[in-house]
Nanobody, 128 residues
């Protein structure tokens, strides 16, 4: 059974940092694109970041570019999201996702309908 399990969420003050982890099991994800999305109450699911599998190319949503960093450790089947300079508007449930795809880049990796596997989500709350 394929599972993605997020961890590392929590409560932090504005300007602080958090590191999310997503541990994958049930298959090898080394040839999958891995991504993070988030969803705040009353809002649509938003693309945060993605990392490709060939050259570990990375892509970010406009609202987090320059503050968040996505990385992966294929040996551990784990993807990470380092979040710095957090803002109250970053408050959301953060979801890990994975997909085996033939497209790449923006217009592909940022489409949530592309992803086959999803975690249960982890809450991130940033206070002002």
């Amino acid at each position: 059974q394929v599972q993605l399990v997020e961890s590392g969420g929590g409560y932090v003050q504005a300007g602080g940092s958090l590191r999310l982890s997503c541990a994958a099991s049930g298959r090898t994800f080394s040839r999958d694109v891995m991504a993070w999305f988030r969803q705040a109450p009353g809002k649509e699911r938003e693309f945060v970041a993605a990392i490709g599998w060939i050259i570990d190319d990375t892509y970010y949503g406009d609202s987090v570019n320059g503050r968040f960093t996505i990385s992966r450790d294929n040996a551990k089947n784990t993807v990470y999201l380092q979040m710095n300079s957090l803002k109250p508007e970053d408050t959301a449930v953060y979801y890990c996702a994975a997909a085996f795809v033939v497209c790449s880049g923006y217009g592909c990796y940022d489409r949530y309908s592309l992803y086959d596997w999803w975690g249960q989500g982890t809450q991130v709350t940033v206070s002002s």
